[in-house]
C-alpha cells in the first residue's frame, strides 16, 4: 500500500463565458465550477486510478464538500480508513488559469479541518511508501503533525516522497519555512519539484536518492545521488490548464517505481539510465492526460498505457 497524506480540499476553477453579470471594471465575470482537489488529494485519485493500492490520511470536513471528496476517493478504489472527520469547513482554492494553461491560486483555508489533522497512532504494516506535500507542510498546527508523520515512518524505513508544491500566498515566513524544508530532506527518498519550486527554494538540493524536476514543456529530468541525470521531452498535448498536472507526476512515479519493486532507496540507486526513461516517459505522459482536461481529472492507466 501507498499513503498518501495531506490535504484536500476544493478548487474553484474559471470556465471561459460568452456572457455574464459584469464586474466593476465592466467585463464579465467567469462562472467557477467546483472541483475535487489538492495535490495530496489529487495524487492519491491519481495512483487509484492507475490501479495501486493507495490509502489517503487526512482530517476531511463533514460538510457536502467534504462527503464529496471522501467519494471521489472511493471511486477511485482508495482506502479512507485513515481519514479524520471534523465539523469546520472544507478550505476554497480560488483558481486563475493564464493563456498558457497555467495555474494560479488563492486560498481560503482560515479555521478549515485538514489544518487540524492529527498524527495517527500508526499506519497499516503493508505501506510500503508515504507520499506528502503542499499546504498541509504549512499550515499549522496540522503541519507539524504531517511533519511527525514523515520522520516516523521514514525512520522505520519507509520510502518517503516529498513534493513541497510551493505555494508562496500561503507561507507567511519564507525563510522560515526555507529552513524547515532543508530540515526534511535526510527522512527524503525521493523529492519531486517543480522548477518554479526550485527557484522559490534556491536551488536544487541534494540530499533525497533522486529529486525529479518537472520542466512544463521542457520535460522531466531526474538527478540521482550518484552523480547521474537522464531527461524525457514532455508528451505533446493541447493543454487546457495545468491543474493537478505535478500531483499526476507523482501518482506516476510511485506506480512505475511499484511495479519495478523500487520503493527503497538502494532500488533508486540501480534503476539505471534505461529505467528511469521509462519511468519519466510514463509519468510525461500521465501527466498530458491531465493538462488536456478542466480541473485535476488524472488518468487511468488504461489512458497512459
Not at 485519485?45 to 462527503?67: E, I, K, N, P
Not at 539510465?273 to 510514463?282: C, H, K, N, T
Request: hydrophobic share 40%.
Amino acid at each position: 500500500m501507498i499513503v498518501v497524506a495531506g490535504e484536500s480540499l476544493i478548487d474553484l476553477v474559471p470556465r471561459p463565458a460568452a456572457a455574464g453579470p459584469a464586474d466593476g471594471a465592466g467585463g464579465p465575470l467567469p462562472p467557477l465550477l467546483p472541483r475535487l482537489g489538492g495535490g495530496p488529494y489529487n495524487t492519491a485519485v491519481a495512483l487509484g486510478r492507475l490501479g495501486t493500492r493507495t490509502a489517503f490520511c487526512s482530517r476531511v470536513s463533514t460538510d457536502g464538500f467534504g462527503t464529496a471528496l471522501l467519494e471521489g476517493l472511493r471511486s477511485a478504489r482508495v482506502d479512507t480508513s485513515l481519514v479524520q472527520r471534523g465539523p469546520e469547513p472544507t478550505t476554497l482554492a480560488v483558481a486563475s488559469v493564464g493563456s498558457d494553461g497555467s495555474a494560479g491560486y488563492g486560498f481560503y483555508a482560515r479555521g478549515t479541518a485538514d489544518r487540524l489533522f492529527e498524527l495517527p497512532p500508526q499506519l497499516p504494516p503493508s505501506t510500503r511508501a508515504l507520499a506528502l506535500g503542499t499546504c498541509s507542510l504549512v499550515l499549522e498546527p496540522g503541519a507539524s503533525a504531517y511533519e511527525a508523520l514523515l520522520r516516523r515512518e521514514a525512520d522505520r524505513g519507509v520510502f518517503t516522497l516529498l513534493d513541497p508544491n510551493i505555494r508562496p500566498p500561503v507561507i507567511p515566513d519564507a525563510d522560515a519555512y526555507r529552513s524547515r524544508f532543508a530540515r526534511w530532506l535526510p527522512y527524503v527518498s525521493l523529492l519531486k519539484l517543480s522548477e518554479e519550486d526550485a527557484r522559490w527554494l534556491g536551488g536544487v538540493p541534494r540530499g533525497p536518492a533522486a529529486v525529479v524536476l518537472t520542466r512544463g514543456v521542457g520535460g522531466l529530468t531526474v538527478r540521482t545521488r550518484a552523480g547521474a541525470e537522464i531527461s524525457v521531452p514532455a508528451a505533446p498535448v493541447d493543454v487546457v490548464d495545468t491543474i493537478g498536472a505535478g500531483d499526476t507526476v507523482n501518482a506516476a512515479l510511485l506506480h512505475q517505481l511499484a511495479v519495478r519493486d523500487a520503493l527503497s532507496e538502494r532500488a533508486l540507486d540501480a534503476l539505471g539510465a534505461g529505467g528511469w526513461r521509462d519511468v519519466l516517459g510514463f509519468a510525461a505522459r500521465a501527466a498530458a492526460v491531465t493538462c488536456s482536461r478542466t480541473g485535476a481529472e488524472p488518468p487511468y492507466e488504461a489512458e497512459v498505457s
